[in-house]
T-cell receptor
Framework: KAGVTQTPRYLIKTRGQQVTLSCSPI?????VSWYQQTPGQGLQFLFE???????NKGNFPGRFSGRQFSNSRSEMNVSTLELGDSALYLC????????????????FGPGTRLTVT | AQSVAQPEDQVKVAEGNPLTVKCTYS??????LFWYVQYPNRGLQFLLK??????LVKGSYGFEAEFNKSQTSFHLKKPSALVSDSALYFC?????????FGTGTLLAVQP
């Protein structure tokens, strides 16, 4: 079974531009989560989607948004890029998500390395 | 709020020796705990999780973790370390529909 794929793997953008990152989950997985990884802040949760609905959102400004399509593929968008948005953006998928008495583990993609100059 | 702490930024062990990567947690309610490993320029790979039941959880690549409720710990262990185990290890706790990660421990296995 193919793993989580993310495109593009590397991206260089200029401050003020916007960017869209894509994530294809493992087949059959309906939950997709996004995390930001930086050396200073570590791994931080952005948002989680399940069946095209955002179920949870982290503490990020409104410039960060996402969506999920009917085939469970997900995109995240960052508008008006700032230098501090430079990070590794990780997508994770799981069967049904983490909630409930028997949470499903998340499987991560390789990430998109975003550099803002 | 749920949280985990990884008290060691780096752990060094010799190949063939047992390894332990430490994690302590703070939760309200039942703890749901996870271990992940990250190799350079890669995403995170799932190793194991504790939901309920046996305090010793077995996972991928020969790793296991011991859940200790009285010490609020969830240490990752392996009986015999390999050079290829050198990587960044993250402990995480479930908080609703998301994971809260520790700061990571860099494991260096020396030949």
């Amino acid at each position: 079974k193919a793993g989580v794929t993310q495109t593009p793997r590397y991206l260089i953008k200029t401050r003020g531009q916007q960017v869209t990152l894509s994530c294809s989950p493992i087949s059959g997985h309906r939950s997709v989560s996004w995390y930001q990884q930086t050396p200073g802040q570590g791994l931080q949760f952005l948002f989680e989607y399940f069946s095209e609905t955002q179920r949870n959102k982290g503490n990020f400004p409104g410039r960060f948004s996402g969506r999920q399509f009917s085939n469970s593929r997900s995109e995240m968008n960052v508008s008006t890029l700032e230098l501090g948005d430079s990070a590794l953006y990780l997508c994770a998928s799981s069967l049904g998500g983490l909630s409930g008495s028997f949470p499903n583990e998340q499987y991560f993609g390789p990430g998109t390395r975003l550099t803002v100059t | 709020a749920q949280s985990v702490a990884q008290p060691e930024d780096q752990v060094k062990v010799a190949e063939g020796n047992p390894l332990t990567v430490k994690c302590t947690y703070s939760v309200s309610g039942n703890p749901y705990l996870f271990w992940y490993v990250q190799y350079p320029n890669r995403g995170l790979q799932f190793l194991l999780k504790y939901i309920t039941g046996d305090n010793l959880v077995k996972g991928s690549y020969g790793f296991e973790a011991e859940f200790n409720k009285s010490q609020t710990s969830f240490h990752l262990k392996k009986p015999s370390a390999l050079v290829s185990d050198s990587a960044l290890y993250f402990c995480a706790v479930r908080d609703g529909n998301k994971l809260i990660f520790g700061t990571g421990t860099l494991l260096a296995v020396q030949p």
